[in-house]
């Protein structure tokens, strides 16, 4: 029997920086064609021919309307605090970092001066602006923001060819959403606008792109941050293709998986593993109240629940089980000397989403080079580490720590999300993802997403009814209150009030 490897030099610090585990923030190549299935054509392959994908549209020519070519690496950030892509607004244009956001669906930039951005996007020196004169507030899992609701004109130097007309918000007031080091100054929302504010009939940012440059109703995201150290320099590279799939940005097949509903990109989780043990939990756990993909959440977050049961299998099957609470939600690090190399004491994780064909499933696994993610060096002998992955009470979301692991198309035509192995998920010329399947899902539910969910849009409508309810009960006792005295019942002696009639005949007394 082998003896488990030391930690030399293991050391548990509380993380005393803020932001460091803030869950919200809380990006000539060669176009290689896309790999032939393995084993014949698979059904559950959703991988079309070049220029046949269904709606969607494959690399194109670097002189056409839209080069999916011009942008790749149009994005710069890291997990920690997200990824931007770079935008030129308003009349003369006004040059500002935008992060990008499938967690949300408002376009929102800083309209005044603040002191955790270095730019904001002053409407005052824009001669095409125009306001709405319409508020807006928005709240998201850390921070929020209020601000008033305009249009204007955007051009994106990495993006798609042209001038277009989009609804912005600028950003008047806000409460921990700018974060301290931030190289980005307002926020794109690229769900879908059920999620709008103050309401779904505010025409989204991607929705206008699709309308006025014709593109299919799709784009795709790469996040390059595998392994590297989660510090807000801006230093990691990416990419937004919006229209469609460049095929050098991934390798081998693309996986689909079904939207459920389209509000967030909210998909269905079929179970979970650790180090090759499922879970065992009822699929139900992992999908409550619901489970997206979101870019704009840097770490893993599961429902409570799921991620007791998550940290409990790390903790069996880690070679190192002496780990203080603090690391696991967050509030400590864990430190090795730099000439060591922790994340081959630790587990895969994986998690199984259903295919299109609901009778198949597939899986996406990340290695621990994407959860034990390094932070800052202590002296010039130690690296420390965080943990990737957070509770949740609201959600199961696929964030940054997930997602950089994978090419991930969002294709809004077909209702569905795809997955694939990226290039750049790599640490050391290994590669720290993967994608297997089909596996059988004969052992699962038919359905494991809640049916009587109800959406934020449907709690507002429930909101405003009970508030409109509450308004008229108050408007007719005020009536009553007011009435004039002759109209009410005045006693005289003659009048005779018996058990029988007082309840009756003079209950407004």
């Avoid at 896309?34 to 054509?41: D, Q, T, V, W, Y």
């Avoid at 559950?44 to 494959?58: F, H, V």
């Avoid at 150290?229 to 919006?242: C, H, I, K, R």
């Avoid at 795809?418 to 290994?430: H, L, M, T």
Wanted: aromatic share 10%; proline share 6%.
């Amino acid at each position: 029997m082998g003896t488990l490897p030391a930690a030399p030099c293991l050391l548990l610090l509380l993380a005393g920086a803020a932001g460091l585990c803030r869950a919200r923030f809380s990006f000539p190549l060669r176009v290689s064609p896309p790999a032939a299935p393995k084993n014949g054509s698979a059904s559950s392959l959703q991988q079309a021919p070049r220029g046949e994908a269904d709606g969607l549209a494959l690399a194109s020519e670097p002189g056409a309307a839209v080069s999916f070519l011009a942008m790749v690496e149009n994005l710069q950030g890291d997990s920690g605090r997200g990824y931007y892509l770079e935008m030129l607004i308003g009349t003369p244009p006004q040059k500002l970092n935008i992060l990008v956001d499938t967690g949300s669906s408002n376009f929102a930039v800083a309209g005044a001066p603040n002191p955790d951005v270095t730019s904001y996007f002053n409407t005052e020196e824009s001669s095409t602006y125009k306001s709405q004169g319409t508020d807006v507030t928005v709240r998201y899992t850390q921070g929020s923001w209020t601000g008033v609701l305009g249009t204007d004109i955007i051009t994106i130097p990495k993006g798609i060819n042209g001038t277009y007309t989009i609804n912005i918000a600028t950003i008047l007031e806000s409460e921990n959403f700018f974060l301290p080091g931030v190289k980005w100054h307002g926020i794109l929302g690229l769900a879908y606008d059920a999620l709008a504010k103050p309401s779904s009939s505010v025409e989204t940012f991607f929705d206008s792109l699709v309308s006025q440059a014709k593109i299919p109703n799709v784009f795709s995201l790469q996040m390059c941050g595998a392994g590297m150290p989660v510090s807000g320099s801006g230093t990691n590279g990416g990419s937004l293709v919006m229209g469609g799939i460049e095929p050098s940005l991934y390798k081998g097949d693309i996986w689909y998986t079904p939207i459920k509903e389209e509000w967030y990109y909210q998909v269905e989780i079929l179970k979970l593993e650790v180090g090759g043990q499922n879970l065992n939990l009822d699929c139900r756990e992992y999908n409550a109240d619901k489970a997206i993909v979101d870019s704009g959440t840097t770490l893993l977050r599961l429902p409570q629940k799921v991620f007791n049961a998550v940290v409990e299998a790390i903790v069996s099957t880690s070679l190192i089980q002496a780990f203080s609470s603090g690391f696991w939600t967050g509030s400590q690090l864990a430190c090795w000397a730099k000439t060591e190399t922790p994340w081959s004491l630790f587990p895969k994780l994986s998690i199984y989403l259903r295919d299109e064909n609901s009778s198949r499933s597939f899986r996406i696994t990340i290695l621990p080079q994407l959860y034990i993610q390094p932070i800052l060096g202590i002296g010039q002998n130690l690296e420390c580490y965080r943990f990737g992955i957070s509770s949740s009470s609201s959600a199961l979301v696929i964030g940054a720590t997930v997602m950089e692991g994978f090419y991930v198309i969002f294709d809004r035509a077909q209702k569905r999300v795809g997955f694939a192995v990226s290039p750049c998920a790599e640490v050391g010329g290994s590669p720290v993802s993967e994608i297997e399947g089909p596996f059988t899902t004969a052992d699962i539910a038919s359905n494991c997403v809640a049916t009587m969910t109800l959406h934020e849009p449907m709690l507002w409508i429930i909101s405003y009814a009970l508030m409109s309810l509450c308004g008229i009960i108050l408007l007719v006792l005020i009536i009553l209150l007011l009435l004039p005295p002759r109209c009410q019942h005045r006693f005289t002696d003659n009048d005779v009030v018996n058990d029988e009639s007082s309840l009756v005949h003079h209950r407004w007394k």
